[in-house]
């Protein structure tokens, strides 16, 4: 990515300055440069169906997507479904997951969820947040990443990276979760929720670090308030950008604008870690 020509050299109005609408329609505008700059965002964690979503989410906690990609293929080949894996040997699955760290609490949230799927819902993941949060080791964050990729029901997902990245951009100003969820629901069309999730990580993850964000690299610095936060010289933010858009992995951007999916790059030999 390179630096945006029009990066802001003065500060924003403060957010109590800015009426309802001016918010709603900057975060809108925020959103859809955030499309442009990141087409291919999609939840950064493999699966092909709601069971292996909610297992690699729950995994997911304390720990990297990139880790739990690895560890995932194997634990899948073995245990495909809930009822595989409520009768799963807990020593083995410990094992199985123990990269990703919480091995044990997490084996065990594991074992008991399938357990539940199997006998509260013959088998199948449950497709309302309602349910989905009765499952062990299931909160409201992990049930909206099932119901927005697995279900295609809207759903923000409030991570650190989201959380930090609304309280910049002046969407909300609490460091509750659900508030936090809320506060940015009533800026944004349903239908964008899942997607503007996906972005917003994304955009976390690359470019707003939560300790050295990449201002003077960043396509939104134009409208966000908390400009100047990190650093504002485009060539040294430049060195601070992770992932795709890291200084020398040009063709990976190249290839993953040009569509090629996660697995498909894997296979050509791209890391996808930062
Ligand atoms: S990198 Fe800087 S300008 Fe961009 S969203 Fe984060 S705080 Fe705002």
Redesign the pocket.
Known sequence: MSAPSNVRRRPRKAAAEESPLALKRRARRINKILAEQYPYAVAELDFRNAFELLVATVLSAQTTDVRVNATTPALFARYPDAKAMSEADEADLQEMIRPTGFFRAKAQSLLALSHRIVDEYDGEVPNKLEDLVTLAGVGRKTANVVLGNAFGVPGITVDTHFGR?AR??GWTNSTDAVKVESDVAALFEPKDWTMLSHRVVF?GRR??HAKK???GA?P??DL?P?????ETDPSKAAKLLKYELAPGREELLERMRAGETRAELRASGFKLDA
């Open positions: 990245l910049r951009f955009h470019v707003c964000p990449a201002c960043c939104v610095a966000c908390s400009f100047g936060e990190g």
